[in-house]
């Protein structure tokens, strides 16, 4: 852990609440945002250094132009989102920090930043599995996605679904009646709970020591393509 605390620190060239700022611009997506982050030269610890970075000719970093109002929008916005996230007890953690998930560190297409409501370290100290499946399950099926909840839970893996209609709620309900550990990942912000149906498994999620993650900040709804990128961090 030592090792990996020094290899982030030298990694770490931007903190995570000017990173949030940074993907409020437009045409600035993840993937955009590791490139800038892995050729930065200097550090950007203050909205000041952002505004400086962005409105300064750079030669290693080709960015998207954008003008003053442009920057200040997005710093205020981001500011607006962090301030949102600390209200409502939503953490914040970028793929620099030492508490991001393993799991996810390691595949191809990580996200930059998971925000998560629960117990998010407890993701690196053990094994986890998936159990997904049809948001209309027959009655077997229902069963058997509780059962395998309740056999990875006395197993002491972490169940990770997704909380939807059907197997996912199934398998999240089945683990935490054998009062296991259990991670739902959500494919919009977690101001809100999809379906709303759901909404007090996902409290006793929380308060059995669990978690919600989402790669989404506040005030982002589900589309179709959220569910489908949602996928990748589940598998992981």
């Known amino acids: ?57 750079n030669t290693k970093i080709k960015l998207p132009s954008f003008d003053e109002s442009q920057i200040t929008n997005a710093i205020t916005k981001g500011k607006i989102i962090l301030a949102k996230h600390a209200e409502l007890g939503i953490k914040c953690t970028s793929y620099y920090d030492e508490d991001f998930p393993i799991y996810l560190r390691n595949i191809s297409d990580p996200p930059i930043i998971i925000y998560s409501i629960g117990n998010l370290s407890k993701l690196n100290d053990m094994p986890s599995v998936g159990i997904i499946g049809t948001r209309h399950p ?62 007090e498994i996902a409290a006793q999620i929380v308060k059995s020591g669990g978690v919600l993650i989402s790669e989404y900040y506040v005030g982002q709804t589900s589309r179709p393509n959220y569910f489908i990128e949602r996928d990748r961090i589940q598998a992981a």
């Open 1 to 57: 852990k030592k090792t990996l605390k020094n290899i982030l620190n030298r990694m770490r060239k931007i903190t995570t609440d000017i990173l949030i700022k940074l993907l409020q611009l437009p045409r600035i997506g993840r993937r955009t945002a590791f490139k800038i982050v892995d050729n930065l030269v200097d550090n950007i610890n203050s909205d000041d250094e952002l505004f400086n970075f962005l409105t300064t000719p």
């Open 138 to 199: 027959s009655k077997l099926g229902e069963s058997a996605a509780e059962r395998y909840g309740e056999i990875f839970a006395e197993k002491t893996f972490n169940v990770v679904s997704g909380l939807a209609l059907g197997c996912d709620v199934s398998a999240h309900k089945g683990c935490l009646d054998k009062l296991g550990f259990t991670t739902a990942v959500l494919a919009h912000g977690l101001d809100t709970v999809y379906p709303k149906e759901n909404t």
